[in-house]
């Protein structure tokens, strides 16, 4: 199938969304707290409402992270999965790690993606079909071919946690970064080689990275080695590994 058209609602809902967040200075954003204790701010909610009106047509299903989950969309072969913001704190603080992060899933398996940091200036877009971009340039997931050397991107705050202590004797790089999203992202781009979490996460917070990667090229699995089936009751699902086939076995083996 043909996903262009999915790919120019992401693309067109993304420059809408970067145009809004203009009127935000980063690190200098007022939150509150979920419950859970993650924090929102006003951009989230905008963001939320901004790219439903431009995504969303009739027949599709739609989970956001921002948005009270409606089990109709369980019924839908076609259903959109969104972060307004993936890694708000980055947001809230200044760091230019965080993005918005949008994922279209046909039957369980996500076909198009777009995934846009902003103040990094770096828009990801990409179909099965089409390969990835990044700022309109072809991207691949790199050719590494051992751990030796690699770059391992991890989560600022399970490193701070001391997670990652048990692989600091290993040969890869480990660098800490924000949102998860962003991180996929820039595997499939091949900005960097690998990158894992250690902690369950949302489908919210992975679907778009998952199928940036796996169309540049690139291999994702979740804790358990397993592939997923996105738009599940429970969106939550274990940590996950992602990097190019050559290494990613290695990864596992080390992880696991």
Not at 44 to 67: F, M, N, P, R, V
Not at 107 to 118: D, L, M, S, T, Y
Not at 157 to 166: A, D, I, N, P
Request: aromatic share 6%.
């Amino acid at each position: 199938m043909d996903f262009t058209e999915p790919l120019a609602r992401i693309e067109k809902a993304l420059l809408a969304a970067t145009d809004v967040l203009k009127a935000f200075t980063a690190g200098k954003i007022a939150s509150t707290l979920k419950d859970g204790g993650d924090p929102v701010t006003e951009a989230d909610i905008l963001l939320d409402a901004l790219l439903k009106d431009i995504l969303l047509q009739d027949g599709e299903g739609w989970l956001s992270e921002e948005t009270k989950d409606n089990p109709s969309r369980l019924d839908k072969k076609c259903v959109w999965i969104v972060d307004p913001i993936d890694g708000t704190r980055e947001f809230i603080q200044g760091i230019d790690e965080w993005c918005i992060s949008v994922a279209y899933i046909v039957n369980g398996r996500g076909e198009a993606a777009g995934i846009c940091n902003p103040a990094a200036g770096q828009t990801f877009l990409g179909t099965r079909n089409t390969g990835v971009t990044l700022n309109g340039k072809h991207a691949r997931v790199t050719g590494k071919g051992d751990l030796t050397g690699a770059t391992v991107l991890a989560s600022r705050s399970e490193v701070k946690r001391g997670e990652w202590k048990r692989f600091e004797t290993e040969p890869f790089e480990i660098i800490p970064m924000g949102s998860v999203a962003y991180k996929m992202a820039r595997v499939a781009a091949g900005l960097d080689d690998a990158t894992l979490t250690l902690v369950p996460k949302n489908e919210w917070d992975v679907a778009a990275g998952w199928l940036l990667i796996e169309a540049a090229g690139g291999e994702v699995v979740d804790k358990n080695a397993k592939l997923r089936k996105f738009n599940q009751q429970n969106p939550l699902l274990p940590g996950l590994l992602a990097a190019n086939p050559a290494i990613l076995a290695s990864l596992v083996d080390i992880c696991l």
